[in-house]
């Protein structure tokens, strides 16, 4: 291979590995917050179809320090945390108090991964009191994670995750859903199925991560060049 071949061999190489890099910069980071529940996605016949969740309640958190969340009390010895997003009970029996709720979510058949963006609000059962809320930008079920926005305290009580989220996300955050289809098989939100649905809630990579790795990525590029041109 000729010196001029070789060296875009290499720069293309390069660009390769900082879209890499930048793509696990901007995954997810602590803290994390847990959830299961069921899914019905209802195919209504007219080219859309409509997904809706039920009893998605928060089971377990992971804080910015390494330290887990549940509803057990740290005496127990289940968890570092007991945090009131997820339950609190005296006795340890770990009752869920919180629960996540939804907007009108839509897809067309022509695009059936794609629901657009909903809202999303995290609340206290018996109170109706807001943990806090926030908007899910062009939900894409294709996607490992999906960006969060306008993330936003309520007048809930006071949880140690949602403290570090907002500390960390400044504002912003990441979702993931994983659907396991009752019928067994892959969900592909091509015909009306239900089943349970996991979820993970996190606060994004800093942007100056991503700046730092796209940085030494170019910096990389120009010594490369310099010394082969």
Known sequence: MRGKEKRIC?????????????????????????TDGNYTYTDLGNGTGSLAFTSVNPTWANYMNGDSGCAYPSWMGVCDYQDTIIGSDPFGMGTLEAEISFGTLTNSTGSPTLFGSASLTVFEISTNDVFFSATIDNLDMSKDWNNLSNVVAGNGPNSRYVTELLDKGKGTGNIQMSFTPGAGGVEDFTGSSSGSVGMTIAAPEPVSSILFLVGGTLLALRRYRKKTI
């Open 10 to 34: 290499v720069a293309v190489l390069v660009l390769f590995l900082s879209i890499v890099c930048i793509s696990n910069a901007s995954a997810d980071t602590l803290p994390w917050l847990i």
